[in-house]
């Protein structure tokens, strides 16, 4: 067996935690070690079971990890161990670095700035187009977009940065090979392209509630800044920002609504000191030396507009707001208006996003 072979046993024994793996390669010194030494010697560790070192026999089996080994390639799947040089750098320095990384796509580059885009997965709309919104300007200036593929704020974070055909990493609590949700295996299927699927859980490995806040260290570490755009005050997007602060990570965050319980874990980190974001330029301006364009100001330009068209582009914002609210302030007859709508949509300077509610569309 090769030495990428061994680092693929010991990284694929998804049972294991990363602190047992981590103990196992402190005594051993390498996972080529740990792999043909005898049963016995695994009992000195106190930090495994009796059922860890039942599994971890089982696993030695030579021909069984040579042939999934092998198997990464037809699955279009890479890996990467912490020794490798094309392991992400900024995953070397944080608590509990992965031991391994699979991969589809490609790595975030080790130069640039990536930013983390997360939320809730029970959004609302408004959440979804600030996600969409803010990835996509961020990716337009050549920023990396993170997440984790869930529903909600991931998605959108990730649909917004491929709008700018930029690129977008995803980050899985369960094998590469899985799409999860399933909801969102189209934009899977994109970010394949530009951009990557990556997890720490080797091929075949299922989603578990306990992997996801493991994930949430690897969204956290390869960023140099976490923006929040919408969160209950209990959120598992929370957890990415606590990892984040230990990280030493930037945290933004998109003002909410008082009682608005989707805003709540964004007022809260606000309190504390989080960034507030309002345009993407507030979270540019920090990386103004690195990144390839700065651009302020979410409204295009109206000058080329009719002028009834201007009266109802300056009723519009990122904010969702229903054909009827839009009348009554543009003062225009319902069958007017839906001409102008169409006008502006075919325009670009504005897009519906569900039956009858209309935002503005971003530079």
């Known amino acids: 067996m090769t030495k990428k072979e061994y680092w693929y046993w010991l990284c694929s024994i998804s ?34 079971t009796n059922k860890d070192i039942e599994r971890i026999d089982n696993s030695r089996k030579e021909s069984s990890v040579q042939e999934n080994y092998a198997k990464l390639k037809s699955k279009g799947i890479y890996f990467v161990t912490i020794e490798d040089g094309e392991y992400p750098e900024k995953l070397r320095n944080i608590y509990e670095s992965p031991l391994g990384i699979f991969y589809k796509g490609k790595l975030p580059a080790k130069e640039g700035v990536n930013i ?17 919104s803010f990835a996509k300007e961020l990716a337009k200036a050549g920023v990396g977009i993170i997440s984790g593929l869930a529903a909600g704020i991931d998605g959108a974070a990730h649909d917004g940065a491929l709008m700018a055909e ?35 859980y080797a091929p075949g490995t299922q989603p578990r509630a306990y992997h996801f806040p493991m994930r949430n260290r690897i969204i956290s570490g390869m960023s140099d800044g976490i923006l929040v755009v919408e969160a209950r005050e209990k959120s598992g997007s929370l957890i990415t920002v606590d990892y984040g602060l230990e990280q030493g990570k930037n945290i933004y965050a998109i003002p909410g609504r008082p009682g608005d319980i989707l805003s709540d874990g964004c007022n809260n980190i606000l309190k504390m000191g989080a960034k507030m974001c309002t345009e993407t330029y507030d979270i540019l301006e920090d990386y103004i030396l690195t990144c390839k364009k700065i651009t ?34 543009a ?25 009858n509610y209309y935002v503005t569309d971003i530079v």
Do not use: W
């Open 296 to 329: 302020k100001g979410n409204k295009k330009n109206d000058k080329l507009l009719e002028a009834n068209e201007k009266i109802v582009y300056a009723c519009l914002s990122r904010i969702p707001k229903h054909l009827n609210d839009i009348a009554k302030e």
């Open 166 to 200: 930029g690129d977008t990493f995803g980050v899985l609590g369960c094998g590469a090979d899985i799409c999860y949700p399933v909801e969102n295996f189209n934009l899977y299927l994109k970010m394949c392209m530009s951009g990557g699927i990556l997890t720490e």
């Open 116 to 132: 983390a885009v997360i939320g809730a997965r029970n959004c609302s709309d408004y959440g979804r187009e600030m996600a969409r």
């Open 15 to 48: 049972e294991l935690s990363q602190k047992k793996k981590e103990a196992i390669l402190s005594f051993f010194s390498s996972p080529e070690e740990a792999f043909k030494e005898k049963t016995e010697a695994f009992s000195r560790l106190e930090i495994l």
């Open 331 to 355: 003062d225009f007859p319902i069958g007017e208006l839906a001409s102008l709508l169409f006008q502006l949509e075919s325009k670009n300077y504005i897009k519906q996003i569900r039956a």
